[in-house]
């Protein structure tokens, strides 16, 4: 047999292994060397093929922006399919998509982040945001992330000052397999691609956002693969200031409207004033907690700016308003003046629209079990259960108040109970997976919460306890509403066994 | 936390501002430095260059070195993130002595007085061989060359070994062999040229990251991967062979069977270069494709394609690591490798080598220069006239020179134990993580009488067991050389001082003859690593390891040069055995026939699963440094268990449960359970890297008789879920910093 070693060459002979260009400097063809077009925006390219899974383009994106550990801009994940030995195993890295319509930028309330007309880049100014985070809760893939050691948001801008030199992004240029590459797209193009090529098993669905990456895909991967942190849900931040400012301010307007419609029904009765008295403290209260939630909360003041886009801003205005009105409503009643009944019904319009912002705020995509009629539902609700509470708790017991607390409790049970059997029979991994970690992790918060409920919305108020009652379901709304915070699953990225963020 | 922060004012805005690094562009003003030093990285033998920037005597931030030619800019996550170890807490700062129990800071002539104070009393009492002296592969050569003479003739102990025993004895030993010599006969550049790549237990993807550039280069390449484990680096093959643990011989002798019978072998490179083949074809005839595929637990379908790959290449190479040196017969099955390419021509060519990818940044410079397995220069301790030159080139009388190289490791260990070794000095290594079965081990640091570690941390597991404490200088603190696998000498300098009163290793090997009263003889006029270069150039002139060409300011020019690179030549030759003679009596490779075995602790009832274990991309060795890199920590916080979903079921056992890992010597207790199809049925997997959690607390006392490596993978076990286990990270909070 004629034996093909003969074909063998040497070193010095050209023809040997002609295909591989030695001496090739790496990173050479890693970024566009024409400019952009009109009509074209840059976007990264990640070759899931290539991918090797060694983490050098998180390292190397921390070391360029100085980042402390625990931030990852650009983040390395893992999908696992197949069987042994027939076994799959593909990674992820994803910096930020640079969306064609970034929610981070529509839900800022301050218009800290801008889409760069010239590059298509989605940039963010550290300067202008306040901390406020609300962009961590709109982008499903994790993008930006809220820095606690400078107290703003920050995020992958495709290393936007090194392309400007014509540099390749940090990651870029430290992959050693040129999995991620810079390119151009064409947007209008693009528009009609993304569902092919910008999805990628590990990734949330590319929705109306229409983020750009190009995601190369290996030509046969297993029907199912699973990300390597599937089975490790855990807990979210409980966001504290958030739970007391949500259900203070719900209480105080539940409160306000409460004796605003039943002086306008009944005539003014007493506790009336006092009621609407610790009710314009709650709310105080509430909104000075509120700002604690912010990075910079000296800035607080800029969440205004947004409010033709953004429902932050719109939460922060009705709520200024309410607080406003609030104030004067409750002089109006201590001083006995004339025009409460004006006043009342503009604080409880004001209220009753802030409290409408508050729950479309939680109305995001990337955040599933937020994102439905429950959440609504809820923050009605718990000010129909604590506003009257409160009223019949200060002034002498009224029927009429206990009644509609007794009420509002019976329908705030009904309407956990609904939310928690939608979570648990749902296809989709995050609701299922929301659902999954009220009834192991948290269970015995969520018995206590219903169990508060139904003693201090229907039995305490029934056997004559408002006050009792009020505490105690107080307790359970902010239990209830810590539940919220901490059981929902964001959409984000498959991420490692160990690394993925909390979630 | 300040007033101002706690307003949100914005008080980090300088460290998070942006500036232009002449070098590396635009880039957070923080990480631009007022030089970048050219250096070699220290963890693993790539070899890759760097360049460490310094701002007021601080390392701020790494680079990989884009002049380099091993890495081209590349590197991977942990060099990437190099500079944090070098102010990581855990730094060993001072000399420490152990007093009533406790270890004192004291001055560094009270401990160099001690400790040769400790020695010689031992020595004279039991004799010069009662001193064990462990090191490691991560000193400069500089070190490694004073080193070996400090303790051959200084201390004149035969007894010293180090700790690449635990890593690539088995490929020293294969080579020594097969070749006649040591010394990995190929180049990284053959990843790029050769058609066929056939990797046995070796992970590059996790271990050697950046020889990944390579193969993505070469894009006409078939790549074989033979592991147990369908690893990182099994995604990128063409072919994937997941072969039974340890029926790698089987495998390779399999391979050879069907290349004879179907001709593709190279006879007439067996004629001319090659002894034993015979007896080799011989012993090959009973590796029909059929018992191999029941050894192998392959398909004889697969096994046909990879021979028939490797056979038909026009220039094949073998890259192995771990999973061949970690084992009985890991020495054994580098023959067999070694057989494989021999027969089919695959050596000194463009392309074509058995290439053991070496583990530590200097085990090569250990090896060469070393004095532990082999005298200087790859000379032997049995050979009459390497004696005679080595005394000669040192101007000691011969009879100084050892005649053997004397216990290995594992065998210095177990002297221990039985208190043949009395005092032992540990250099640079961390054997209550990295040594197998820990007990032993425990038993053997508690028995001597007066144990020095010599690190650039403490406290770490081997130094709690100390009597004294040196507090070295690590990487990036001291200048000397690094040898990577590819035989490529790279500079490596100081960028930063020591913290405190630690010292380079070089300096405390000096300052320990000069104790002794041996400094003169042995270092006469030394002043810096500079003299031990030109003496170990001297001393390697003429040898395979030729280093007489090299000068330091031609390494950093060249960004590394090549051994053999004798003096006046002008480049280092990038293949060895190009003319097909060999360093062997008769000038011949020698075949040798390989039986294949079962590996030494099989699986029973009581003990049902194969323990295998490995290592992560973000860990080095023991994590004396990663662990204290908190980007590298975060992603691999915590040791793993790999089990396949069919066995957890079978077990009840849930993801991320804590579990227990038993064998016959002892647990390893709440490691955390990761159900993956990544392994086999009946098989397990861990990663050796965590203290917490140490995979050697399982592992056997079973070591290759020719190379003395441990067998640290393939022992058997059985897996239960944790009672007592500590599990605290079960109820860590979510990351609250995130939101």
Not at chain 1, 18 to 40: K, N
Not at chain 2, 238 to 253: G, M
Not at chain 2, 382 to 389: H, L, N, V, Y
Not at chain 2, 625 to 652: F, H, Q, Y
Request: proline content about 6%; aromatic content about 8%; charged content about 20%.
């Amino acid at each position: 047999m004629a034996l093909p070693l003969k074909d063998r060459v040497l070193e010095n002979n050209p023809l040997f292994c002609p295909t591989a260009a030695p001496g090739r400097r790496a990173s050479e063809d890693l970024i566009p060397v024409l400019p952009l077009e009109a009509g074209e925006q840059y976007r990264f390219h990640f070759d899931m093929t290539k991918c090797i899974g060694c983490h050098c383009c998180e390292v190397a994106c921390n070391e360029q922006n100085n980042n402390p550990a625990d931030l990852h801009w650009r983040r390395v994940g893992e999908i696992e399919g197949g069987s042994y030995p027939f076994t799959q195993r593909l990674y992820l890295s994803m910096g930020c998509n640079h969306c064609l319509e970034p929610s981070c930028l529509q839900g800022c309330p301050v218009d800290a982040y801008t889409k760069d007309a010239l590059t298509g880049i989605v940039r963010h100014d550290a300067e202008a945001c306040i901390g406020c985070q609300y962009c961590t809760w709109n982008c499903q893939y994790g993008a930006p992330q809220y820095n606690p050691e400078r107290g703003v948001v920050g995020k992958c801008d495709l290393c936007h000052g090194r392309l400007t030199e014509g540099r390749a992004p940090a990651c870029v240029a430290a992959c050693p397999e040129e999995a991620i590459r810079v390119e151009a797209v064409r947007i209008d193009e693009w528009k009609n691609q993304y569902v092919q090529l910008g999805n990628a098993p590990g990734m949330p669905v590319a929705d109306k956002t229409i983020s750009t990456t190009r995601i190369t895909l290996p030509d046969a991967a297993p029907a199912e693969l699973k990300k390597a942190d599937y089975d490790r849900v855990r807990p979210e931040h409980p966001h504290m200031p958030l739970v007391l400012m949500t259900v203070l301010t719900q209480l105080a307007v539940g409160a306000l409207a409460a004796i605003w419609a039943c002086t306008l029904l009944a005539g003014s009765f007493a506790g009336a004033r006092m009621a609407a008295a610790v009710a314009l403290g709650v709310a105080n209260l509430a909104l000075g907690a509120s700002t604690l939630h912010l990075g910079r909360p000296i800035h607080a003041y800029r969440a205004l700016k947004m409010w033709r886009r953004s429902w932050l801003s719109r939460e922060v205005l009705l709520f200024s308003l309410f607080a406003g009105a609030a104030a004067a409503y409750a002089g109006s009643l201590w001083f006995g003046l004339p025009g409460a009944a004006l006043l009342g019904a503009a604080t409880a319009l004001a209220g009753l629209a802030g409290i409408a912002a508050s729950a479309y705020i939680y109305r995001v995509p990337a955040r599933p079990a937020w994102n439905s009629g429950y959440t609504v539902a809820d923050f009605y609700l718990t000010a129909a259960l604590t506003g009257p509470l409160l009223v019949a708790a200060i002034g002498p017991a009224s029927r009429v108040m206990t009644l509609a607390a007794v009420g509002a409790a019976a329908l705030q049970l009904l309407n956990q109970f609904s939310k928690l059997l939608w979570l648990a029979r749902s296809d989709e991994f995050e609701l299922r997976a929301s659902g999954r970690l009220l009834a192991n992790d948290l269970e015995r918060l969520l018995l206590a919460r219903f169990g508060l409920l139904v003693a201090g919305g229907m039995l305490l108020p029934l056997m004559g306890h408002p006050a009792v009652g009020l505490a105690a379901a107080l307790g359970g709304e902010l239990l209830g509403r810590y539940l919220f915070f901490v059981s929902v699953v964001p959409r984000n990225m498959a991420a490692s066994f160990f690394t993925g963020r909390a979630a | 936390m300040k007033a101002g922060q706690l307003l949100g004012l914005d008080t980090l805005r300088e460290k998070y501002a942006y500036g232009y690094d002449p070098e590396f562009g635009y880039t957070a003003a923080g990480k631009i430095p007022d030089r970048w030093v050219e250096t070699t990285c220290g963890y693993c033998s790539v070899g890759c260059g760097m360049l460490a920037g310094v701002k007021d005597g601080r390392m701020i931030a790494v680079r990989g070195n884009p002049k380099h030619p091993v890495n081209e800019g590349k590197l991977c996550p942990k060099g990437l993130s190099e500079h944090y170890i070098l102010e990581a807490k855990g730094r060993a700062q001072y000399p420490l002595l152990r007093e009533n129990g406790k270890l004192r800071r004291v001055s560094w002539g009270v401990a160099l007085s001690a400790m040769c104070g400790k020695f010689r009393g031992v020595q004279e009492r039991f004799g010069a061989d009662a001193l064990g002296i462990v090191s490691t592969g991560q000193l400069v050569t500089e070190e490694f060359y004073a080193l070996g003479k400090l303790a051959r003739i200084g201390f004149g102990t035969k007894n010293y070994c180090g700790n690449t025993t635990l890593c690539m004895a088995s490929a020293v030993s294969g080579y020594k062999r097969t070749f006649g010599s040591d010394g990995p006969p190929g180049a990284y550049e053959d990843l790029e040229k050769a058609d066929v790549i056939f990797l046995i237990g070796a992970n590059i993807a996790d271990n050697h990251p950046i020889l990944c550039q390579r193969l993505e280069r070469n894009t006409n390449k078939t790549l074989i991967v033979a592991d147990p484990r369908v690893t990182k680096t099994a995604m990128m093959a063409d072919l994937f062979l997941p072969v039974k643990p340890r029926s790698d011989i089987a495998l390779v002798n399999g391979m050879m069977h069907i290349l004879i019978r179907a001709g593709l072998i190279d006879r007439d490179y067996i004629e001319r270069h090659t002894t034993g083949f015979a007896e080799l074809k011989e012993s090959l005839g009973k590796y029909t494709p059929e018992r191999v595929a029941q050894t192998t637990g392959l398909s004889e379908e697969r096994l046909y394609r990879a021979a028939l790959a490797y056979g038909r290449a026009k220039a094949a190479f073998i890259g192995w690591t771990m999973g061949v040196n970690h084992s009985t017969k890991g020495a054994e099955t580098v023959n067999a490798i070694n057989n494989l390419a021999l027969i089919t021509g695959n050596i000194g060519r463009v392309g074509a080598a058995p290439f053991s990818i070496t583990g530590q940044c200097n085990a090569m410079g250990s090896r060469e220069a070393g004095a532990t397995s082999s005298l200087p220069g790859y000379r032997k301790f049995e050979s009459a006239e390497d004696r005679g030159e080595i005394a000669h080139l040192w101007n000691v009388p011969v009879e100084k020179i050892p005649t053997s190289r004397g216990l290995a490791y594992p065998d210095i260990i177990e002297a221990a134990v039985g208190k043949k070794i009395r005092a032992l000095w540990i250099i640079a290594t961390n054997p209550a993580v990295s040594y197998p079965n820990y007990d032993v081990l425990k038993q053997a640091l508690e028995s001597v009488e007066f144990l020095v570690v010599q690190d650039g941390f403490h406290p770490t597991p081997t130094t709690e067991f100390a009597h004294l404490v040196l507090p070295a200088a690590i990487w990036g603190e001291k200048e000397g050389t690094f040898t990577n696998s590819e035989r490529r000498c790279s500079k490596v300098n100081k960028a930063v001082d020591p913290p405190a009163e630690a010292r380079t290793d070089f300096d405390i090997f000096l300052a320990v003859a000069r104790e002794l009263g041996c400094e003169d003889e042995l270092f006469a006029g030394w002043t810096g690593p500079r003299d031990a270069f030109a003496e170990w150039r001297r001393v390697s002139k003429g040898r395979l390891c030729d280093y007489s060409g090299m000068t330091y300011e031609a390494l950093e020019e060249h960004g590394g040069m090549q051994w053999p690179f004798p003096e006046g030549a002008a480049r280092g030759v990038k293949r060895l055995y190009e003319d097909g003679r060999f360093p062997t009596a008769d000038g011949r490779a020698r075949l040798y026939p390989i039986e294949w075995e079962p590996h030494p602790e099989q699986p029973n009832a009581e003990y049902p699963l194969v323990f295998n274990t490995g290592r992560t991309v973000e860990h080095w060795h023991t994590r004396t440094k990663t662990a204290k890199v908190a980007i590298l920590e975060a992603m691999s916080p915590r040791a793993w268990l790999e089990m396949n979903p069919g066995d957890a079921k079978r077990l009840g056992l849930k993801p991320h449960d804590p579990v227990d890992v038993i064998s016959r010597r002892s647990r390893v207790s709440g490691v955390e359970l990761r159900i993956t199809e990544i392994v086999a049925p009946g098989q397990v997997f861990m990663p050796f890297h965590y203290e917490e959690a140490n995979s050697n607390r399982v592992t056997q006392s079973a070591f290759d008789p020719i190379s003395r490596e441990p067998n640290f993978k393939q022992c058997a076990v059985r897996v239960e879920r944790s009672k007592s286990a500590h599990t605290a990270w079960r109820q860590m909070p979510a990351r609250m910093e995130a939101k």
